[in-house]
């Protein structure tokens, strides 16, 4: 079993950047993918983005262009690099990590807030 624990969030204006990271407990080379899902309020939990161990990555469409997914195994931590951010990007930002088994493995949160 892993932990997950999310830092970076906060409160910025529109067009700022943020880097948020997921340090986890035991090394996250046997992970198959990790990455963020984030939930706004009276909304439902949405994928933003994924990295597998091969480096693959994929992006919700709302945040390509925009969010840049790096992982680091040495570090056991995965980074998401916001930049432009849009008072849309307002959230809660989940990160998790997915074992080749299928046990899926879930962070606190840390809050988004981007200011208009």
């Known amino acids: 079993q892993v932990q997950l624990v999310e830092s970076g969030g906060g409160l910025v204006q529109a067009g700022r950047s943020l880097r948020l990271s997921c340090a986890a407990s035991?090394?996250?080379?046997?992970?198959?993918?990790m990455g963020w899902y984030r939930q706004a309020p009276g909304k439902q939990r949405e994928l933003v983005t994924t990295i597998t161990s091969g480096g693959s990555t994929n992006y919700a469409d709302s945040v390509k262009g925009r969010f840049t997914i790096a992982r680091d195994n040495a570090k056991n931590t995965v980074y998401l690099q916001m930049n432009s951010l849009k008072p849309e990007d307002t959230a809660v930002y989940y990160c998790y990590a997915r074992y080749y088994n299928g046990l899926d493995y879930w962070g606190q949160g840390t809050q988004v807030t981007v200011s208009s």
């Open positions: 035991k090394t996250i080379f046997s992970i198959y993918a």
